[in-house]
């Protein structure tokens, strides 16, 4: 993908399941894991190897 | 089932700050989602009064997959403090947590619960801050009330005048010592509030693809990795717009030099991820879109004394971060210069220090003192007087009548330096104090970007000034 491609919508990887209760998501991902695998995945990939999770701020002024 | 998705306009909204409701409620969801995930990850089917939007439910949750901590879930929430503000019918509200023990996940030390004193303290400071913004900064404050949800007070950090810290495990949640004033408040929870913004869209889409890489942030005195790198511009970009606003609204010395001295900070730092750094189309995208936000800002007139003020705090910082974290070949240095040849490209290594460092200057300090004097940087009396700005004591009136000379040759070379007087800086140098002349002379040589060179070829007994002279060439 190039900048010069015009891009009109950017697709997340990750699915929408906040609709979800944590019932239905554990129902959803024992019928078919692949449903959410990327998510998951990526998910997973996050917490190992999480960018820096805190920010400071020094308000010195 | 559905993937998340933002237009293209609503990307480049979000990258330059600011994001629609629509827009932030996509991430919220994508927040709401993750702590799903994380719970469904950790096989917890049951959580009591599940609030999937609570930010400290994520940072419990990471925290247990990360097997940083043992503990289960707490039996029950503990009744917490809420902070309200309102005015011109805008409404903020949050919790004030102070007793959660999940507080302590946000990566700073938790404040014991709060008396009812400092609880009246934080809403007081909420409740003026909240006017200044409502009033002057509208759509930030629309903004701050659709992403804060939860502020956690902190200890204070002997080293800075107030800390605070986002983590990516708990949108919408600050970690926050004790406010100095509400304006300070209010700009630090703009701030804050971008990190949380950054976080969800960073979980949505890769935006580079260097994450051990490192370099140099205008905001922190240790090496940032990319990811650091933008979430400092990110940041920053809301406290640019805010110091802009506040500076064309009341003409504040201090605003002003704020405002100069980020908008040049966020476009440097944004030119330079979009120049060296693999990022991804979106990570391109998200940081041209925060760079055309800040470029225009660079051409509004602005007081040249305060612009000055505000381009020597950033060149200070910079020598000052290369000094450092970043070390020369020495031997190469060393011999080309003893040997008369010019200054041989060196480059300099990264020295690995991982410890979290705020940025700290003895010579920001004297430029905050200076605005808040509003006096001009007019410096012909201390020049021929050096002495003139020192307090009695400086000037020796409770000892033996005599003067510290290495406090005035300081103060030359410093008054002269901030007057833009260059050419003192480099008579009036010393030598007798190296944190603040020898940057000072490095600053007004115009050769920060080889501070350690001349630092290295100082310690090596070299002549600072004939080193700088070298190097200009």
Request: proline content about 6%.
């Amino acid at each position: 993908m190039t900048d010069q491609e015009h891009i009109a919508e950017w697709r997340s990887e990750m699915v929408d399941v906040s609709g979800l209760t944590l019932t239905e998501l554990t129902q959803l991902t024992k019928g078919d894991e692949s449903v959410l695998s990327r998510s998951l995945r990526r998910l997973a990939d996050d917490l190992s190897d999480p960018d820096e999770p805190i920010a400071g701020f020094n308000s010195a002024l | 089932m559905r993937r998340h998705a933002l237009t293209d306009s609503d990307f480049t909204a979000l990258g330059a700050g600011r994001p629609s409701p629509h827009v932030i409620d996509e991430l919220r969801r994508g927040q709401r989602g993750r702590n799903l995930l994380l719970l469904r990850a950790l096989a917890v089917e049951a959580y009591p009064e599940i609030d999937l939007a609570d930010p400290l439910l994520g940072a419990w949750a990471a925290a247990r997959l990360r097997n940083r901590i043992t503990w289960p879930a707490p039996a029950e929430r503990p009744a917490v403090r809420f902070l309200t503000a309102e005015h011109d019918k805008i409404i903020i509200s949050v919790r004030l947590d102070d007793r959660d023990e999940r507080r302590g996940l946000l990566g700073l030390t938790p404040s014991p619960p709060l008396t009812d004193a400092e609880a009246d303290h934080w809403q007081r400071c909420l409740s003026d801050a909240w006017r200044l913004l409502v009033t002057r900064h509208r759509p930030a404050a629309h903004r701050l009330a659709d992403v804060l949800t939860c502020i956690v007070p902190v200890e204070s950090d002997a080293g800075a005048a107030g800390i605070s810290a986002t983590s990516a495990d708990a949108f919408g949640a600050v970690a926050m010592s004790r406010p100095a004033d509400p304006t300070g408040l209010a700009v630090a929870l703009l701030h804050e509030a971008q990190h949380s913004l950054l976080n969800a869209t960073a979980y949505l889409f890769d935006l580079h693809e260097e994450p051990r890489a490192r370099g140099y942030s205008p905001w922190r005195d240790d090496p940032r990795p990319t990811s650091g790198i933008l979430h400092g511009a990110y940041a920053y970009l809301a406290v640019t717009r805010f110091w802009r606003t506040e500076s064309r609204a009341g003409g504040d010395p201090l605003a002003t030099f704020e405002f100069c001295r980020w908008r040049e900070a966020v476009a440097t730092t944004a030119e330079r991820l979009l120049a060296t750094v693999r990022l991804t189309a979106a990570g391109r995208r998200f940081t041209g879109a925060l760079l055309d936000e800040v470029r225009p800002w660079l051409a509004e007139p602005a007081d040249p004394r305060i612009t000055r003020l505000a381009r020597v705090a950033n060149d200070d910082h910079y020598v000052r971060w290369r000094l450092r974290n970043m070390r020369p070949d020495v031997d190469a240095l060393l011999t080309a210069y003893r040997r008369g040849d010019p200054p041989p490209p060196v480059t300099s290594r990264l020295v690995t220090d991982d410890r979290r460092a705020l940025s700290h200057s003895p010579r920001l300090r004297e430029i905050h003192a200076l605005l808040r004097r509003d006096a001009p940087v007019d410096n012909s009396a201390e020049l021929s007087d050096p002495s003139a700005t020192l307090t009695p004591a400086q000037r020796g009136g409770g000892g033996g009548g005599g003067r510290d000379p290495r406090k005035i040759d300081n103060r030359t070379v410093e008054t002269a330096l901030l007057a833009g007087d260059n050419g003192t800086v480099r008579h009036a140098y010393t030598g007798k104090d190296l944190d603040l002349e020898l940057t000072a002379l490095i600053i007004a040589g115009g050769v920060g970007a080889r501070a350690e060179e001349v630092a290295a070829l100082v310690a090596a007994g070299s002549d600072a000034v004939a080193v700088v002279d070298w190097i200009v060439g």
